[in-house]
Nanobody
Framework: QVQLVESGGGLVQAGDSLRLSCAAS????????MGWFRQAPGKEREFVTA????????YYADSVKGRFTISRDNAKNTVYLQMNSLKPEDTAVYYC???????????????WGQGTQVTVSS
């Protein structure tokens, strides 16, 4: 059982940067692969990025590659999403999730945070 809480969202201007954090409860954080998903207004939830258990592997959706960076600190039970060069199309609710497998498929994720709103104005 894992409880995830996202933080760090807010309203920013295009070109700005923002760092999201996802804090996990329990003592099994390092057993999980972690991912970030987002859901924009009127759209389905989509995969953003994932990181393996030890942080040795990462994967990014084409839409954010080169701008976003996922990282994790297992000692702090926290995963981060550094977002640079933000665009209005990045506006969405961002969700942190935990999975037994390293995956881009949301069905493989067992635990989800409540989401944090990111709004990018032009």
């Amino acid at each position: 059982q894992v409880q995830l809480v996202e933080s760090g969202g807010g309203l920013v201007q295009a070109g700005d940067s923002l760092r999201l954090s996802c804090a996990a409860s329990g003592r099994t954080f390092s057993s999980y692969n972690m991912g970030w998903f987002r859901q924009a207004p009127g759209k389905e939830r989509e995969f953003v990025t994932a990181i393996s258990r030890s942080g040795g592997s990462t994967y990014y959706a084409d839409s954010v590659k080169g701008r976003f960076t996922i990282s994790r600190d297992n000692a702090k039970n926290t995963v981060y999403l550094q977002m640079n060069s933000l665009k209005p199309e990045d506006t969405a609710v961002y969700y942190c999730a935990a999975s037994r497998s390293y995956s881009t498929y949301e069905g493989n994720y067992d635990y989800w945070g409540q989401g944090t709103q990111v709004t990018v104005s032009s």
